[in-house]
């Protein structure tokens, strides 16, 4: 599959990319099984979604088991600098005084020349960002110590000299070159990029983070640091401009050695610093919506999601052979006498259930011989959810969890039909006459305006469309300067190359992907200079990559998600701009193909070797590692990065396709429907919520015996998903889906957007027709013009030859 490039999508329905036995992955893919009667029994995920994970996974994740080697040699080269001018102390028992000073020497001795020697400073400077790890006896007191120098050495100025010589780096043509007519490409070709890059990580990350406890003067430093961050301080741009810039050379084959996880982490973690995360962002569309006037909004859409449970997924395969078999006993003891059923039920542990399952096969029954060809994508009969132990979760009234919604255009389509069918006549736009309706339709509209809800979107549109109309009575547009909209500005010129340069390596991130010649090496930041030489080495290998290949996946899909939604409250057109170069760049049928694989497998995936994370595996002591310790990975229930990416992509799915029936039917053409119905067995209420709202999207199309076939999931949906009044979602008969008005909905669409552009951003190629006129005599001729050279030489003959020998009627031209 090309990204970019017109594309079907392949069904390569097995995960691929793995280097561990079928063993290890055997145990990842195991079916949670089930008791007697063929129900399942796995539990929900205790997953809680947020911006980002724990700090120490966040910390783990920068570097890849291969590196573990240099944590010894930057402290050395710390201890070596140290030394030399300072004391034999250890750099905890210094004073604030001594630790400023320095810290300062060591900023100076970055200036040098040789690059030998700068490489070991900032060796040692990353050291001093790590916590001087060899000085503490816990990972508490690592990260205390992290902290603590972290905002010494942005109080002395450190970053600003980073961005300098990540610059120098970036532009360093001999090492670009070099990498290029390389046939492999190793940890060591990134040296001095992956130190730069570490130490910024790390004190963006670590200033990031919000801990009441802070000196005031941190708080401060914070504030400050967050404001220079999203400003063109840097190059003339903001420092996440750079990073796409890096982005951009990577994937036009021009820079292969560019350790690409760190650039997209550091990336992720400056925009979500800049711009904020999704809690800012309910904020901030709250205080939008004050600002526009418009009624708050009906409830926190985080504080639901996080409420909710999960439903039970659709059955699987084992499952419909073990269904098949117990309606075999059940017509055998049809059979038997009443006398001796009635002895056997005594004993019938699952006696209380027999009535709903006989009920709910009889309803399956019915349905089978329309049922569809293909028994993987039925939804079969699920039994009640198992009990959950109390929790704190809050608890919803009986009812659905969301307040239903109606658009303007929806009151007026429902009073157009209205008047057409009693009256005979339409009045347009007009939302308020009634007279001549029943009483009936009077209660229908007042229930309507009640749940009218007007989108921060819908004002944005109407106010571009008036600028539109009137350029010069319209009065100058005030756009505030937000981090926003400086990274708007900045990233606009290339954005279609940033978003396919996005695409394409998250592509070849996928576990779906097939290695190909032409792809891209992700690879070049985790392959050691020396291949392993046993099975150990071999396995620790294959863990570090795919565990490489989960963390770009999951920095890639929350970039694109935080970008997505800041630019919807900043701008509507400015989201639409992104999201229309996504859909060209064929982003849709990408997330879709790395949906269809075994999503179970995946989510509970164990590409990590805890001993070896970061800060545990430099404080105590490393176990020896076996290859069994390595298959049995570590105890947890499920992966967190592999189950934030999965969310993260289907909400960016369900953002390129809310209200576009073009991009809807692509889901429909790319046979989206099973795929989605799979990923439903992640037993994860906000993963659920979000397959059943792109399914809802497309229901109207499936045809009416899909939707027979599938009614637990339409059930599903009608109990998770917000409702739109007058939405006849489970229907084929959506006036809108006129399928040859698709691409006219993408180019009208494009035409605004382009439009908006101009007028906001493009003031060289402002229509001279709006241009102001200077219509005052004595201004214009007081305007200094600079005539040429040979001009002056020449004035006597240009004044002969245009003035005196050509007669003027000034009578004439004085009237």
Same mark, same amino acid.
């Given at each position: 599959?090309?990204?970019?490039?017109?594309?079907?999508?392949?069904?390569?329905?097995?995960?691929?990319?793995?280097?561990?036995?079928?063993?290890?992955?055997?145990?990842?893919?195991?079916?949670?099984?089930?008791?007697?009667?063929?129900?399942?029994?796995?539990?929900?995920?205790?997953?809680?979604?947020?911006?980002?994970?724990?700090?120490?996974?966040?910390?783990?994740?920068?570097?890849?088991?291969?590196?573990?080697?240099?944590?010894?040699?930057?402290?050395?080269?710390?201890?070596?600098?140290?030394?030399?001018?300072?004391?034999?102390?250890?750099?905890?028992?210094?004073?604030? $005084?001594?630790?400023?000073?320095?810290?300062?020497?060591?900023?100076?001795?970055?200036?040098?020349?040789?690059?030998?020697?700068?490489?070991?400073?900032?060796?040692? =400077?990353?050291?001093?960002?790590? &916590?001087?790890?060899?000085?503490?006896?816990?990972?508490?007191?690592?990260?205390? !110590?992290?902290?603590?120098?972290?905002?010494?050495?942005?109080?002395?100025?450190?970053?600003?000299?980073?961005?300098?010589?990540?610059?120098?780096?970036?532009?360093?043509?001999?090492?670009?070159?070099?990498?290029?007519?390389?046939?492999?490409?190793?940890?060591?070709?990134?040296?001095?990029?992956?130190?730069?890059?570490?130490?910024?990580?790390?004190?963006?990350?670590?200033?990031?983070?919000?801990?009441?406890?802070?000196?005031?003067?941190?708080?401060?430093?914070?504030?400050?640091?967050?404001?220079?961050? &999203?400003?063109?301080?840097? #190059?003339?741009?903001?420092?996440?401009?750079?990073?796409?810039?890096?982005?951009?050379?990577?994937?036009?084959?021009?820079?292969?050695?560019?350790?690409?996880?760190?650039?997209?982490?550091?990336?992720?973690?400056?925009?979500?610093?800049?711009?904020?995360?999704?809690?800012?962002?309910?904020?901030?569309?709250?205080?939008?919506?004050?600002?526009?006037?418009?009624?708050?909004?009906?409830?926190?859409?985080?504080?639901?999601?996080?409420?909710?449970?999960?439903?039970?997924?659709?059955?699987?395969?084992?499952?419909?052979?073990?269904?098949?078999?117990?309606?075999?006993?059940?017509?055998?003891?049809?059979?038997?006498?009443?006398?001796?059923?009635?002895?056997?039920?005594?004993?019938?542990?699952?006696?209380?259930?027999?009535?709903?399952?006989?009920?709910?096969?009889?309803?399956?029954?019915?349905?089978?011989?329309? $049922?569809?060809?293909?028994?993987? *994508?039925?939804? *079969?009969?699920?039994?009640?959810?198992?009990?959950?132990?109390?929790?704190?979760?809050?608890?919803?009234?009986?009812?659905?969890? !969301?307040?239903?919604?109606?658009?303007?255009?929806?009151?007026?389509?429902?009073?157009?039909?209205?008047?057409?069918?009693? =009256?005979?006549?339409?009045?347009? %736009?007009?939302?308020?006459?009634?007279?001549?309706?029943?009483?009936?339709?009077?209660?229908?509209?007042?229930?309507?305006?009640?749940?009218?809800?007007?989108?921060?979107?819908?004002?944005? =549109?109407?106010?571009?469309?008036?600028?539109?109309?009137?350029?010069?009575?319209?009065?100058?547009?005030?756009?505030?300067?937000?981090?926003?909209?400086?990274?708007?500005?900045?990233?606009?010129?290339?954005?279609?190359?940033?978003?396919?340069?996005?695409?394409?390596?998250?592509?070849?991130?996928?576990?779906?992907?097939? $290695?190909?010649?032409?792809?891209?090496?992700?690879?070049?930041?985790?392959?050691?200079?020396?291949?392993?030489?046993?099975?150990?080495?071999?396995?620790?290998?294959?863990?570090?990559?795919?565990?490489?290949?989960?963390?770009?996946?999951?920095? =890639?899909?929350?970039?694109?998600?935080?970008?997505?939604?800041?630019?919807?409250?900043?701008?509507?057109?400015?989201?639409?701009?992104?999201?229309?170069?996504?859909?060209?760049?064929?982003?849709?049928?990408?997330?879709?193909?790395?949906?269809?694989? #075994?999503?179970?497998?995946?989510?509970?995936?164990?590409?990590?070797?805890?001993?070896?994370?970061?800060?545990?595996?430099?404080?105590?002591?490393?176990?020896?590692?076996? $290859?069994?310790?390595?298959?049995?990975?570590? %105890?947890?229930?499920?992966?967190?990065?592999?189950?934030?990416?999965?969310?993260?992509?289907?909400?960016?799915?369900?953002?390129?396709?809310?209200?576009?029936?073009?991009?809807?039917?692509?889901?429909?053409?790319?046979?989206?429907?099973?795929?989605?119905?799979?990923?439903?067995?992640?037993?994860?209420?906000?993963?659920?919520?979000?397959?059943?709202?792109?399914?809802?999207?497309?229901?109207?199309?499936?045809?009416?015996?899909?939707?027979?076939?599938?009614?637990?999931?339409?059930?599903?949906?009608?109990?998770?998903?917000?409702?739109?009044?007058?939405?006849?979602?489970?229907?084929?008969?959506?006036?809108?889906?006129?399928? !040859?008005?698709?691409?006219?909905?993408?180019?009208?669409?494009?035409?605004?957007?382009?439009?908006?552009?101009?007028?906001?951003?493009?003031?060289?190629?402002?229509?001279?027709?709006?241009?102001?006129?200077?219509?005052?005599?004595?201004?214009?001729?007081?305007?200094?013009?600079?005539?040429?050279?040979?001009?002056?030489?020449?004035?006597?003959?240009?004044?002969?030859?245009?003035?005196?020998?050509?007669?003027?009627?000034?009578?004439?031209?004085?009237?």
């Amino acid at each position: 599959m090309e990204v970019g490039g017109s594309s079907g999508l392949p069904v390569n329905n097995k995960q691929r990319g793995a280097m561990l036995p079928n063993k290890s992955r055997g145990e990842f893919t195991r079916n949670p099984r089930k008791d007697s009667e063929g129900l399942s029994e796995s539990p929900d995920l205790e997953f809680e979604y947020a911006d980002t994970d724990k700090w120490a996974a966040e910390l783990s994740e920068l570097y890849s088991y291969t590196e573990g080697p240099e944590f010894a040699l930057n402290r050395k080269c710390f201890e070596v600098e140290f030394k030399t001018h300072v004391s034999d102390k250890k750099w905890i028992e210094l004073d604030a $005084a001594q630790h400023r000073a320095h810290a300062m020497r060591l900023l100076d001795s970055l200036e040098v020349i040789a690059r030998e020697k700068r490489l070991k400073v900032a060796r040692a =400077i990353l050291y001093l960002a790590q &916590g001087t790890f060899a000085e503490c006896s816990s990972e508490a007191e690592v990260q205390y !110590w992290m902290r603590y120098n972290i905002f010494l050495l942005l109080d002395v100025g450190t970053f600003s000299a980073l961005v300098e010589l990540l610059n120098m780096e970036i532009d360093n043509s001999a090492a670009c070159s070099s990498a290029v007519r390389k046939p492999a490409i190793s940890l060591a070709d990134s040296t001095d990029l992956r130190v730069l890059l570490n130490i910024m990580y790390l004190m963006v990350e670590t200033i990031q983070q919000d801990d009441p406890a802070d000196k005031p003067e941190w708080k401060i430093i914070r504030e400050t640091f967050r404001a220079e961050l &999203g400003s063109p301080l840097f #190059n003339n741009e903001p420092i996440s401009v750079m990073l796409f810039g890096m982005v951009t050379k990577f994937c036009s084959g021009h820079a292969p050695h560019f350790p690409m996880k760190k650039v997209l982490l550091l990336l992720w973690k400056s925009i979500l610093f800049t711009l904020g995360g999704f809690e800012q962002l309910q904020s901030i569309k709250v205080h939008k919506r004050e600002e526009l006037g418009l009624p708050p909004l009906p409830e926190d859409s985080i504080r639901v999601i996080r409420s909710m449970r999960a439903a039970s997924p659709p059955a699987s395969a084992s499952d419909l052979i073990e269904q098949q078999q117990k309606r075999a006993r059940r017509e055998h003891k049809a059979l038997i006498k009443q006398d001796n059923l009635d002895a056997f039920n005594e004993k019938d542990p699952y006696k209380a259930d027999d009535s709903r399952e006989d009920e709910d096969d009889n309803d399956d029954n019915d349905n089978s011989m329309e $049922a569809e060809t293909f028994p993987l *994508e039925r939804d *079969e009969v699920m039994p009640p959810p198992i009990p959950h132990p109390p929790s704190e979760r809050v608890s919803f009234p009986k009812g659905l969890p !969301w307040a239903p919604k109606v658009r303007e255009k929806d009151i007026e389509n429902f009073l157009e039909s209205s008047r057409s069918k009693f =009256i005979g006549y339409t009045l347009g %736009n007009d939302t308020d006459t009634v007279v001549g309706l029943p009483r009936p339709i009077h209660e229908s509209i007042k229930t309507l305006k009640q749940h009218k809800y007007v989108s921060i979107a819908e004002i944005q =549109i109407a106010k571009e469309e008036e600028f539109q109309k009137t350029p010069l009575s319209g009065g100058e547009e005030e756009v505030e300067m937000s981090s926003t909209e400086l990274l708007y500005q900045g990233i606009l010129p290339s954005l279609p190359q940033y978003m396919i340069a996005l695409l394409k390596i998250l592509l070849a991130a996928a576990p779906t992907s097939k $290695a190909k010649t032409d792809s891209i090496n992700i690879l070049a930041d985790v392959l050691p200079e020396e291949m392993p030489t046993t099975v150990l080495q071999s396995m620790k290998l294959g863990v570090d990559v795919n565990r490489h290949k989960e963390i770009i996946v999951k920095a =890639i899909s929350a970039i694109l998600l935080l970008l997505l939604k800041h630019f919807k409250l900043n701008h509507i057109y400015q989201f639409e701009y992104m999201a229309q170069h996504l859909v060209f760049a064929n982003c849709i049928p990408l997330i879709l193909k790395f949906f269809n694989q #075994n999503i179970m497998s995946y989510i509970t995936a164990k590409n990590s070797i805890s001993v070896l994370d970061f800060p545990y595996c430099v404080v105590h002591e490393l176990p020896e590692l076996t $290859a069994e310790s390595l298959e049995a990975g570590d %105890n947890n229930q499920f992966c967190w990065r592999n189950l934030f990416s999965c969310i993260n992509l289907l909400r960016i799915l369900n953002k390129l396709t809310k209200w576009k029936h073009s991009r809807t039917m692509m889901l429909v053409v790319f046979k989206s429907a099973p795929i989605l119905k799979r990923a439903l067995k992640v037993k994860q209420a906000m993963m659920q919520l979000y397959v059943l709202k792109l399914l809802k999207v497309q229901t109207k199309y499936l045809g009416r015996q899909w939707r027979k076939s599938n009614m637990k999931t339409m059930s599903a949906i009608y109990q998770k998903v917000r409702h739109r009044l007058n939405d006849d979602w489970a229907y084929g008969n959506d006036l809108d889906a006129r399928p !040859w008005d698709f691409q006219a909905e993408e180019c009208a669409l494009r035409a605004n957007i382009e439009r908006f552009n101009s007028r906001r951003y493009d003031k060289s190629h402002s229509n001279p027709d709006f241009l102001p006129v200077d219509n005052c005599l004595q201004s214009v001729l007081g305007q200094r013009v600079d005539l040429p050279e040979d001009f002056q030489m020449n004035y006597d003959l240009w004044l002969e030859r245009e003035v005196f020998s050509k007669p003027i009627s000034w009578e004439e031209l004085l009237q």
